[in-house]
């Protein structure tokens, strides 16, 4: 199993930017598809990103497609969600994911596909 730290959330008003971090320890998880999840008061968590193993194939929510890109380098151990033109609805807890499994992602992005979480980090978004 991996450990997953993020960082980066924040406050900021509509219609700026956001990079979140997200920093990985454990074996494996260059093999595994990794994930960006959210959850706003009152909500369910929400898949919003997801990155394939080699970091070649990405896919997105409808509700952050063409604003958010998330990315990995395997070699630092590392995963990001560049967050642009941030809307009042991004407002949320914000975290990264490990899928329980090796190889390809589920573009469903279902909560229950993952078995490693962080803590979350708080992204606030202002209008």
Do not use: H
Request: hydrophobic share 30%; aromatic share 12%; net charge neutral.
């Amino acid at each position: 199993q991996v450990q997953l730290t993020e960082s980066g959330g924040g406050s900021v008003q509509a219609g700026g930017s956001l990079r979140l971090s997200c920093t990985i320890s454990g074996f494996g998880y260059t093999r595994k598809c990794m994930g960006w999840f959210r959850q706003a008061p009152g909500k369910e968590r929400e898949g919003i990103a997801v990155i394939w193993p080699a970091g070649a194939k990405t896919f997105y929510d409808d509700s952050v497609k063409g604003r958010f890109t998330i990315s990995r380098d395997n070699d630092k151990n590392t995963v990001s969600l560049q967050m642009n033109s941030l809307k009042p609805e991004d407002t949320a807890m914000y975290y990264c994911a490990a899928d329980r499994y090796y190889g390809s992602c589920n573009a469903n992005m279902e909560r229950g596909d993952f078995d490693s979480w962080g803590q979350g980090t708080q992204v606030t978004v202002s209008s």
